[in-house]
């Protein structure tokens, strides 16, 4: 970790199955001190812009740069599943999941190709390198403006930006729509989980997706972010997720693109990485 004399703050992380997991050398709360046989020299975050809240192993207030956030000791809704389970259903431990309470307190950069995510507390500049998504929220969740086969020729399509998300999502219907007119292709079963549903198998589609962005100029320029994406069938119990939007987008963005959440300006900017 690193941190500028702003309190600005960065952290590397690994990349696990499809999981942004950074390494923190500390977890201050404000409210309660960990026993001394607790303290580790590392923490590991999962970074989930697909959870509204911050998990930990227990209710506090954490200090992060120069702010502080709530910490639920549980997921919620119908099942409430704790970080222990959650790393267990992930396949490997860590100790927190900055969600999105936190992710839109600060500018966010997010590189897969040097492993590093940053929290900025001053407004981070916009270029003429960056593509800008213009970002709605649901229950504080990113969601992007997309064109794709899967709804209706020329209807927009709303897709969540999901940073805990390995792959993408979406009705099973509409995934068999578009591989039987011929734009879409079905590919391997893969294994995933829900907190509320566990662990579970589902079938796998390469759907074509374009987020529409822009230059941020006085032009009505749109630039297309178009890419076949790997897709999965939303499990029954979770189809609910389709009356608020079409589907998930998951960590596949980041192996194309540098992304910059601009939560508190309704944007997330792209930077194509460099090959």
Known sequence: MSASPTGDLSFSFEFKDGHIVAALPA???TD???HPSEVKKTYYALVDSGSPITIGRQHGTLRFGEKEFDVAPHTTGMVNT???????LAGFEFDILIGCNVLAAFDVVINLKDHKVSFSDKELPITKDHILVPTTFVMGLPI????????DAGADARFFFDTGATVGYATEVSLVTTVSSGVSQEEEEVEDFYPSVGKYKTRSFRVPITILG???DDSDEIIPLSHKMKIAALPPRLEALAHIATGVIGTELLEHYEVTFLFRRSLTLF?????
């Open 32 to 34: 309660f001190k960990p």
């Open 214 to 216: 822009n230059k941020g």
């Open 27 to 29: 977890l201050d709360f």
């Open 144 to 151: 992007f403006v997309c064109k794709t086969p899967l709804v």
């Open 271 to 275: 930077t194509p990485l460099s090959t």
């Open 82 to 88: 704790t970080i222990d389970v959650l790393s267990e």
